[in-house]
């Protein structure tokens, strides 16, 4: 299948063959790169996201820092 961009402004496309260059891509391959990126990814559902951070939050074994330790941390040494 073919696309065709068509009045693309010059500095747009200049920036685009800097990054494929510095990517080692050719132009059509970032360009569908970037595409899949933006639009090729499927929607995160923010509840099932929140449910897979709380599980592995339960499986860390670190102390979380509560909002009285950070107050504490930065007023350390003030006074």
């Known amino acids: ?6 009045n693309i402004p010059e500095p747009l496309y200049r920036r ?4 494929a260059a ?3 891509r050719s132009l059509n391959s ?3 790169h970037r595409l899949e990126r933006s639009i090729g990814a499927a929607p ?3 509840g099932s996201l929140l449910a897979r951070a709380r599980v592995l939050r339960e499986r860390a074994d670190v102390e979380y820092l509560t909002d009285e330790a ?6 350390e040494g003030r006074a």
């Open 22 to 24: 510095r990517n080692r």
């Open 44 to 46: 995160v559902e923010p």
């Open 30 to 32: 970032e360009v569908i």
């Open 16 to 19: 685009l063959k800097e990054i």
């Open 70 to 75: 950070l107050r504490a941390a930065r007023d």
């Open 1 to 6: 299948m073919n696309l065709t961009l068509k």
